[in-house]
């Protein structure tokens, strides 16, 4: 968990500032700078469009009286995806869009899915 941890605080800051360095030298501080500001506007118009796409579907499965499972998943990764491309830098934002895309989160919730079935006992 500590290694985790570590990851998330050090390693990832430390690459997003060599990242956003090597960019500003490539096109500039200022067009950095507005790069930025624009990924921030795009990814919170993307969460809003998918976060209501989303709820549609979990509303449409309570009615017919399924679990809304899957729509709960989605839901969640959307708002990972939120706050990744609110956060400055091009790594995080980078995973957030691609949060932003349906069939990536499905990939993610199948995965978890079967993770979870395969670490799971069922006592009968």
Do not use: C
Not at 31 to 43: D, F, K, P, Q, S
């Amino acid at each position: 968990m500590s290694v985790l941890l570590t990851l998330l605080f050090v390693v990832i800051p430390v690459l997003e500032l060599v990242i956003f360095t090597v960019i500003s030298d490539l096109i500039g501080l200022g067009n950095t700078l507005l790069l930025v500001i624009i990924t921030a506007v795009i990814g919170a118009t993307l969460v809003r469009w998918q976060g209501l796409s989303v709820f549609r579907k979990f509303r449409q499965r309570q009615r017919v009286g399924q679990i809304p499972t899957s729509p709960i998943v989605h839901g969640v990764l959307i708002l990972l995806g939120g706050a990744l491309l609110l956060t400055p830098g091009f790594l995080t934002d980078t995973v957030g869009f691609a949060l932003m895309v349906p069939p990536v989160r499905e990939l993610i919730y199948r995965f978890g899915r079967r993770l979870l079935r395969s670490r799971t006992i069922i006592v009968r």
